[in-house]
């Protein structure tokens, strides 16, 4: 049996299952199946032969680790009755199959508890899974664990996983699979600065452009983990789901409890292949933002020194170059000189702003602009009348309050009435002005973060349950709004909460240089359109570094593209070319925020190479990046895949390629990359077209358009 079942034609992300003789389907196969047809099971059942439950369960010899771990409490006269049912052995109730789900119910008498497992198939032939595990007996059952685990074939022996820190996200790292089990635990109650963001299982020395791969993805916003797995005995499995601290869900009887989602996209064309099933899936979301305007940020102009006139000046200078949106970042609530105090009090501030945000936002909007404003609703500061009014809506472990982060700490939004409150206090805001875009931080991590509605119990799963029951109501009741997600950077980049937003804030790291590799390894999960790109100042705030504005601007190019730098600061000639560059990535945004991420392999350490080829193949944009000197001056071969192997294309120089800004014996073709000649799209994926060396902090872009077949 094969699910999605081959009534879904085209290549997709398929499990292939038969039934144990209890009717329990056990799982053969996860992978890339253009839809074959299959009449009946493609394996038998063997001893000891490949395959995996849908429920890994220790009552069917496996010794790894169960996929679902727990066990009841029953509280007697005289007796707390803990450890049973913790060995389950589910049997099949009923298994329904259609085109797009795959549910299958099942239950364990002894255990007291039901299972339904969950399938379904996705636009842009991704899958994604869940279990919900329910408590049918008397006394409590307290899950430990649950997750949604596939095998693996066994060829696929490389994994590839991120880390990071604040300022430095998404850094791959790769290991062998090697027996044993492999964990990546997120604690901190959201995905974090060091998310691994996903596990991506291939064959040896797969590539952004080469080899099978399958990648699994958590869309949960809170706590989470990722596992791989191997024994002796059975084949590898990868899978994921929340983690759960101890006394987190406790299921009396009747009660249920859902993993969140866990995606698996599969792909035979290497990272960029799965990629591609992660995006067309967000461009199928209703959250979909379509066309994203560009922004310009004030936070690095002004930080929390807001003076109405400044920001007026400002906002002249983005209506000047072209900007779309004007976002007034932290600073403009009650007591909000700095960053001690004031979290929590959401009124305007009545000593910088005496006659409230109104004079801006018409200022802004009279230019055209649409306007954002920055909240941070989820965290406190000491210093605030929320918290002298309600020191008890904070999340603490008991009486002892957890040790500050960024001087606040953070609300319980487990507790129905904080939730009132900012839902209250926000919408007000945004009633009272036309706002079309909010900035949503979230910059800290959660510790010690237990509900005093459960004394002191852990509430990271109600937490970001709360999250989302806010943000869905902001939403609900503010409708043309468009949210960006930012939690100190990129530390909330996940599929829960990009159901919900338009935008993320992928990292507080603006100097162009770093931002080279942050953004493309967040490509690696997010499309284009979500990865918010900023232009910053000449020197960067972040790291002291100068680097040329062709450069910070080509950087912000094929993203959300937007501005993080006092416009006040530059000169007229900064502006106009600024102002080229707001038009390029206009031009150019619907190809950008629509088609295809490629990232080519390069030869050469110090040259990076990644762009965009549009759904119907006609045009792309490549770039050129040089970080830093090259070793020879043999250039690069810059390949680009995924054109129309039959059509030629004529090849242009798109914006600044100054033909001094190379070594003096490899001067740039006039004409283009080719010399005007047109080149066989097959031609320009096995071959490429040649880049002598450049410049150190250059970025060289490369325009594609097809000029018919041959």
Known sequence: MLF???????????IELATRDDGFPVVFWAGLDDGRDVSGNAFPLL???????????????????PHLRGHRVVAGA???????????????DSLDLSDTRLTVTASDADAGLELVAEFESLAGGALRGRCTVSNTAPGSYLVTGLEVVLPVADHHVEALDFTGRHERERTPQRHSVTDGLWLRESRGGRPGLGAATMVVLGTPNFSPTQGEVLGVHVAWSGDSILRVERDAATGATVGGGELLQPGEVCLAQGESYATPWVFFAAADDGLDGLAAVWHAYQRSLDAHPGTQPVVLNVWEAVYFDHDLDRLRGIADRAARVGVERFVLDDGWFRHRRDDTAGLGDWWVDEEVWPDGLTPLVDHVRSLGLEFGLWFEPEMVNPDSDLYRSHPDWILSSGPRVPLLQRNQLVLDLSRPEVRDYLFERVSAILSAHPVDYVKWDHNRDLLEAGTARRFGAPAVHEQTVGFYTLLDALRAAHPDIAWESCASGGGRVDLGVLERVQRVWTSDMTDALARQQIQRWTTQLLAPEYVGAHVSSRTSHTTGRTLPLDFRAATALFGSFGIEWDLMTASDEELDR???????????????HSGRVVRPDSSDPAVQLHGVVAADRRQALVAHVQLDESAHNRGVAVRVPGLDPAATYRLTWEGPADPTAVSASSPLPLEGPTQGREVLGQSLATHGFWMPRRRPETVTLVHLESAGAP
Do not use: I, K
């Open 4 to 14: 999605p079942p081959t009534t879904r034609t085209g290549p997709c992300t398929r």
């Open 47 to 65: 001893p000891n032969g490949p395959g995996m439950p849908l429920l890994g369960e220790h009552a069917h010899r496996l010794y790894t680790r």
């Open 78 to 92: 005289d007796v707390v009755a803990t450890g049973q049912g913790w060995s389950t052995r589910f049997v099949q």
């Open 578 to 592: 600024l102002a080229d560059w707001v038009a390029r990535h206009r031009r150019f945004r619907g190809l950008l």
